[in-house]
């Protein structure tokens, strides 16, 4: 039985220590065969689980309970966080779609994306208010995707979400970098996203296209897992 270690992470967390997205984490990816990773990200049932195959180049693969993404923001974060604390960091990570530039500062941890990696990937939904982002119901698993959103404050750039990627294998994301990089590459300017139960993403459009999310992370657990277990 092939054993390893699993880290649990919590991603985007808020100010004030709520929300914030669970990520399961492989640091040695290569424990777990290319062939059963699907099953242990399904078993696993976080919206995300990252497996590191190569620490020091930084490459990585991302896969939800049903398939995998080519770049994930709460993982691609989450990791680097990771990394750094493990001692271990790195400036570029390297998922399947493109590099993917790292930093950090006193209190987040920031990566860079091309929102055309996931120009496909959420159907944007704006809405009147706050309170109309807090009621919109549940859509039935499988449905095609929707990110609902509305201005909390538009002149400060607040932004108040939620996301139902159902098609994903998920029924609301806690907080989603992915459609955060999207939605910062549609407006073009500079926004703090409020999403779930008080998640919290911040987003900076580059002049290049590319567009920075930056978030608080925690750690949540360290554990052994064995495959089959």
Do not use: C, K
């Not at 065969?33 to 195959?53: G, I, K, M």
């Not at 698993?141 to 909390?152: I, N």
């Amino acid at each position: 039985m092939t054993a390893t270690e699993l880290t649990v992470l919590r991603v985007f967390v808020g100010p004030d220590g709520r929300g914030g997205n669970p990520l399961g984490v492989f640091l040695d990816g290569a424990a777990i065969p290319p062939d059963l990773r699907q099953a242990v990200a399904h078993e696993l049932n976080y919206s995300e689980t990252v497996f590191v195959d190569d620490r020091e180049a930084g490459r990585i693969q991302i896969l939800t309970p049903a398939r995998e993404l080519p770049f994930a923001g709460h993982p691609s974060v989450g990791t680097a966080w990771l990394l750094r604390e493990t001692g271990a960091p790195i400036a570029m990570l390297r998922p399947p779609a493109g590099d993917v530039p790292v930093r950090h500062d006193t209190e987040r941890t920031w990566i860079a994306a091309n929102p055309d990696w996931v120009s496909h990937a959420f159907r944007f939904v704006p809405l009147g208010s706050a309170a109309e982002v807090e009621a919109f119901p549940q859509p039935p698993m499988g449905a095609p995707d929707q990110y609902v959103w509305a201005w909390l404050d538009e002149a400060a750039g607040e932004v108040r979400s939620r996301s139902f990627p159902t098609d994903f294998g998920i029924a609301e994301d806690e907080a989603t970098g992915l459609a955060a990089v999207m939605l910062g590459g549609e407006l073009r300017r500079p926004l703090t996203i409020r999403q779930g139960v008080g998640s919290e993403i911040v987003v900076r459009p580059w002049p290049d296209g590319m567009v920075e999310i930056g978030g608080r992370v925690e750690l949540v657990e360290r554990r052994p897992f064995a495959l089959g277990q």
